[in-house]
């Protein structure tokens, strides 16, 4: 199994001459098994160059199905979805999976973004057809050779992570979440830290129990790690980890290679490259092998140290 | 009165060393007159930046007024709208207009784009700033201080977007994106909007060749482009909304081969380039 990702963004897409080693599109990962089976997960502006490289892939035959997994529907995780080429091709097929509390509100979630008043083509006009599979964390399902495991993470509104695993390998897509200490995100604006009740506490403990349980021995983990702990200390209440979190985290579950992700728009190239450095020395010190998401960087799961190979 | 472009790109921003010179941010252009008023029209990504200059000046102590003009709601042209600092400053105040679209209220578009599902804000109420949303009828113009600006539909594939012109120190620029003009030419509403402006900002997203494969998809040729401007009298063109495949070497090409066929002087619009008026 092996990945590339499209876009390690988060919050809005940036481009400019500060992120061109990095990239500035927002999340979109490609997941592929060793027989070239395929899985998307998220779908911000990075899915817009993926789409191009799928349509031309798969345009012999006629009927390709395209799985997509996504984390939630915040605009930085669905707004290259609009643009995804694949989906302007007749007789193909788009499942969407996605943690909603109804498959058909998912449809009106998803449709909403392409009506009229957001985008010119509307959702039932566009040629491809839309299936919607609502995922609930701790129930595992099986899309093709995958095994994909969802799991609850801490975020506005709710967003869940995934475990996957084929050919022996697995990796897991933690984005996005915070933490687990200072606040439990529920389905209301914070405008502040809202200390955790007693029940919350318990809650977050278990989430963060199940988190590190469904990652034991996991070979690559994409976490959330938008700020920096300087940064977290100010937006706590924003629904993003640290570096320094995601290393605890995989630490304790026992993680091989953990890959920073979701950089926060003001994280110039060169602040990444500091990032890089500053956690491939605190990795090394417990045995977890850190790099940082580029853009067009694949990696191959269950390599031992990985540098990454960028194409 | 100056303009500054500060997002130029079509459809979708476009990030990566291929399109630095003229900028990866989708929509928004901020007009400034001598007095030191401006305006901004669209909410693209490019307000993201825009934001970085008000916050360094009086909209950081929540003491800033801006009037911002939508020529519609298609998340290119509203996708920096969450990520608009200034209107996270309590003080600020922020009035937003646009019009309304097959009956649903601009407002409630931009309530739905802040959404629980779509975003953490959860709604316009929670922006720190005074919010005014206004919908703007057709053919109106509007109050904007230290400005006069009128407005008319323009025709964008299934829909309609909002022409201006934006009048200030006795000169004039008029912003035409999405549009596609019907086969038979401009509209006579549109001519008299647009005459002899001294700067047409116009959609031109697709080369003439790509154009006859996209013809109906609400966005105009550099050909449409050059005519409409012929056609009003407009003393200079300003080529916009890019398309997200054009490179930078691509939009060089396609300025050379558009200055030969354009009786009137013309550039591709630039990101964080200020123009003169």
Known sequence: ?311 | MKVRFWGVRGSCATPGGRYLRYGGNTTAIEVRADSGHRILIDLGTGVTEFAKELMAAEFGQGKGELPVLLTHTHVDHIQGLPFFTPLFIRGNSIRIMGRELKGVPLKEVLQDQLNGHYSPLYGLENLAAGLEVQTLRAGSSWPAEGFEVKTHLAPHGSTSVVACRITADGKSIVIMTDVEHPPEGISNGLIELARDCDLLVHDAMFSDQEYSLRAGWGHSSVGSAIATAQTVGARRLALFHHSPDSSDEQLDTLVTQASEASSIPLFAAQEGHDVAI
């Open chain 1, 1 to 311: 199994m092996y990945l590339t990702f499209w876009g390690v963004r988060g919050s809005y897409p940036v481009p400019g001459a500060a992120t061109v080693r990095y990239g500035g599109h927002t999340s979109c990962v490609e997941l592929r098994s060793d027989s070239g089976g395929c899985l998307v997960i998220d779908a911000g502006t990075g899915l817009r160059a993926l789409g191009k490289k799928l349509a031309q892939e798969f345009r012999e035959p006629q009927g390709a199905t395209y799985n997509l997994i996504l984390s939630h529907v915040h605009w930085d995780h669905i707004q290259g979805l609009p643009f995804f080429e694949p989906a302007y091709i007749g007789d193909t097929k788009i499942v969407v999976h996605a943690p909603r509390a109804a498959a058909k509100e998912l449809r009106q979630v998803i449709g909403g973004i392409t009506r009229h008043e957001f985008f010119p083509v509307d959702l039932d006009a566009v040629p491809a057809d839309f299936e919607f599979q609502e995922v609930t964390p701790g129930t595992e399902f099986q899309i093709n050779e995958f095994t994909v495991l969802p799991i609850g993470l801490n975020h506005p509104f709710g967003a869940v992570g995934y475990r996957i695993d084929a050919d022996g390998s697995s990796m897991a897509y933690v984005s996005d979440t915070a933490p687990f200490d200072r606040m439990l995100h529920k389905q209301h604006f914070t405008a502040g830290v809202e200390e955790p009740s007693a029940e919350d506490r318990e809650v977050l403990s278990k989430m963060r129990a199940n988190l590190v349980a469904s990652l034991r021995g996991v070979d690559t983990v994409i976490y959330d790690t938008h700020f920096t702990s300087e940064e977290y200390e100010q937006f706590p209440h924003w629904g993003h980890s640290t570096p320094e979190h995601a290393l605890e985290i995989c630490q304790e579950a026992g993680v091989r290679e953990l890959v920073l992700y979701h950089h926060a728009p003001a994280h110039d190239d060169d602040t990444m490259d500091r990032i890089a450095e500053k956690f491939g020395v605190l990795g090394k010190e417990v045995n977890v092998a850190v790099c940082v998401a580029k853009e067009k960087m694949t990696l191959i799961m269950g390599e031992v140290t990985n540098p990454g190979i960028v194409a």
